[in-house]
């Protein structure tokens, strides 16, 4: 099955830098890799994804990337704000099954 | 509110005990999914309906764990004799595929956070 990792676990950045986090997976028929945002006490909530024919895209202050040869992919947030603090999770898979990370608690100090 | 929606948001029960722990999806979204959270995790498949047809089960743990959607819009994950190792947020996603290959946005409702003692 589909093995997702991802780096790193914590990141505090200042308010208006950028914040990357990266995500590798193992199963070369995934061709769906989504961006999710969660909030404590809140369901996951999509703010990007990507699909296996495309190698960039961008939406504003966030724009994500694939690397389908290394199998990894990255999200890329700029101008951070307070706002943005929140826990992110990658996934990878298909429309049927998703394989998230473990999660990324980004803080974004004022 | 035409979001997702589960219910209970919180439930304690005593090892042994049978849960059930309900979704309503958006209205008109055909797919379906369930995700166990575990603390300081990212969610983890269950199971997979699409309409009233459970597609994909093979994220469930173990035959203790049920799942059903008799039609098609409303579902039902239940836990036969509960352990404190169920002990988790229980996700309930709903999309609608435009076609079967398709990938359309999963809607999360909040969760159901199940305590075993």
């Known amino acids: 099955g589909e093995n997702v990792e991802q780096h790193p676990s914590t990141l505090s950045v200042q308010e208006g830098d950028s914040a990357v986090i990266k995500c590798t997976y193992s199963?070369?028929?995934?061709?769906?890799f989504p961006w999710y945002k969660q909030e404590l006490g809140k369901g996951p909530q999509l703010i990007i994804d990507i699909r296996s024919n495309v190698g960039e895209k961008k939406d504003q202050r966030i724009a994500v990337t694939l690397n389908k040869t290394a199998k990894h992919f990255s999200l890329h947030i700029t101008e951070t704000q307070p706002e943005d603090s929140a826990v992110y999770f990658c996934?990878?898979?298909?429309?049927?099954?998703?394989?998230f990370g473990s999660g990324t608690q980004l803080t974004v100090l004022p | 509110g035409a979001g997702v929606s589960q219910s209970p948001r919180y439930k304690v029960a005593k090892r042994g005990q049978d849960v059930a722990l309900r979704c309503d999806p958006i209205s008109g979204h055909v797919s379906l999914f369930w995700y166990q959270q575990a603390l300081g995790q990212g969610p983890e498949f269950l199971t997979y309906?699409?309409?009233?047809?459970?597609?994909?089960k093979s994220g469930l743990p173990s035959d203790r764990f049920f799942a059903e959607r008799p039609e098609g819009s409303v579902s039902t994950l239940k836990i036969q004799r509960t352990q404190q190792e169920d002990s988790a947020v229980y996700l309930c996603?709903?999309?609608?595929?435009?076609?079967?290959?398709?990938?359309?946005?999963?809607?999360f409702g909040p969760g159901t956070r199940l305590t075993v003692l």
């Open positions: 996934a990878a898979g298909s429309a049927r099954q998703l394989t």
């Open positions: 996603a709903s999309s609608r595929p435009l076609a079967e290959s398709s990938y359309n946005e999963q809607f």
């Open positions: 199963d070369s028929a995934s061709n769906y």
């Open positions: 309906f699409q309409n009233e047809a459970q597609l994909d």
